[in-house]
């Protein structure tokens, strides 16, 4: 019983370091530029005819099942799509294309992939988990957009800094985390694996670089079965597909504000554990996130008017120094102007002149002193 004991235990740890080295080698077999896009790295081997297949379908079977594709899915039936797989007008869809580019703002900036083989795959998994759980049953823009929305989040100071950071914010808590997904149960359900691997197509292409034009800086979404508080407070942009996208007002939603560079560094793509204290609601809320980078970013402006100010002063400051001063007489003198060089000497303005090899005052050479006279009186 004991040598049975230890062989099982010993089973265990290799299939534990098989799947650990699975893990390492997988990701390290990447490199940059196997998709032609700036920070790309290849499909893993089997992934692409996979996600190739899986693209031709529209839906998940409703035993798929998820916290977004649930909507969709009534008495069994899925809502019907339209070759372009965005709902009717009637649900008040628009396609990308008549979204107006002044509503946009400002394009999204490229994600550049950065950071270890583990942290890549994290990044993946996680964006690969936001874009199934949230629209699992969406068309390939309505999927592109929910990335995108990670992705423009993980580039603004006022999120986490990472892919699996952004979508598991706040999935400690039972209600309130920033995706339903991470907190409902819907992680429970079993996902459908081609359309697991359609989204995971699309969660590779956006973190290759690949950026979705239509929602543009935009940092919020919600379907359109609902309409949170916070909704009339940021910019609308456009609806696609079952998603109403919005961007920040003012500073916090400029194009400048989407300024962090992402470095990896990828937590566990699984939600927190509900032991773990959660985050204070200005963490998290739009309206309170705004107002906080409206501050930061005013006291941010002013020390940057500020320094430059002091810099145009000593600027000045130096020019006035090299500059050539004349002489100002002391306070109760009179100022006199020289009429000679031997004044301007006196005065120390100039050095003394070098006389030593001029001949005495009163000394003339005798062969030279009649000079001058008349050599005979003139009748």
């Avoid at 031709?56 to 070759?83: C, D, I, N, Q, V």
């Avoid at 400690?172 to 429970?188: I, K, P, V, W, Y």
């Avoid at 929602?215 to 609902?226: D, F, P, R």
């Avoid at 773990?276 to 008017?305: G, N, V, W």
């Amino acid at each position: 019983m004991a040598g049975a004991g230890l062989r099982r235990a010993a089973a265990q740890r290799r299939r534990r370091l098989i799947a650990l080295s699975a893990a390492i080698a997988l990701p390290a077999l990447t490199a940059p530029g196997g998709l032609g896009v700036a920070g790309a790295w290849p499909l893993w081997k089997g992934e692409s005819a996979v996600a190739d297949a899986a693209a031709s379908r529209s839906a998940e079977t409703p035993e798929a099942g998820s916290s977004a594709s649930a909507l969709y899915y009534l008495a069994g039936k899925a809502l019907p799509t339209s070759g372009s797989g965005l709902l009717p007008a009637g649900n008040h869809m628009v396609a990308p294309s008549e979204i107006a580019t002044s509503r946009i703002a400002g394009s999204a900036p490229e994600f550049r992939i950065a950071g270890s083989g583990i942290d890549k795959a994290r990044a993946l998994q996680c964006l690969s988990m936001a874009v199934y759980y949230e629209a699992a049953s969406e068309s390939a823009d309505g999927q592109r957009a929910v990335a995108q929305v990670v992705l423009n989040r993980v580039a603004h100071p006022s999120y986490p800094a990472s892919v699996c950071g952004v979508v598991f914010q706040g999935s400690e808590r039972q209600t309130g985390c920033q995706f339903s997904f991470t907190c409902d149960g819907a992680l429970a359900r079993r996902p459908s694996p081609a359309t697991f691997a359609r989204a995971r197509q699309v969660a590779h292409a956006a973190l290759s670089g690949e950026t979705y034009a239509p929602v543009g800086l935009a940092t919020h979404y919600h379907t359109i079965w609902i309409a949170p508080y916070w909704a009339p407070s940021l910019h609308g942009i456009g609806t696609i597909g079952a998603h109403k996208f919005y961007r920040w007002r003012g500073a916090a939603g400029m194009k400048s504000a989407f300024s962090m560079r992402y470095r990896g560094g990828e937590p566990l793509p699984a939600p927190h554990p509900r032991s773990m204290a959660p985050e204070p609601a200005s963490a998290t809320d739009p309206i309170l996130l705004a107002r906080e980078y409206e501050r930061i970013f005013a006291e941010a402006k002013r020390k940057a008017q500020q320094e430059a100010s002091r810099e145009t002063e000593q600027a000045s400051a130096e020019r006035r120094d090299i500059m050539p001063r004349a002489a100002t007489p002391s306070t109760g003198q009179q100022q006199v102007t020289p009429t000679s060089r031997a004044e301007v000497e006196a005065m120390g303005t100039i050095p003394p002149a070098d006389r030593s090899n001029l001949p005495a005052s009163g000394q003339v050479r005798p062969e030279y002193r009649n000079s001058g006279r008349w050599i005979a009186q003139p009748d």
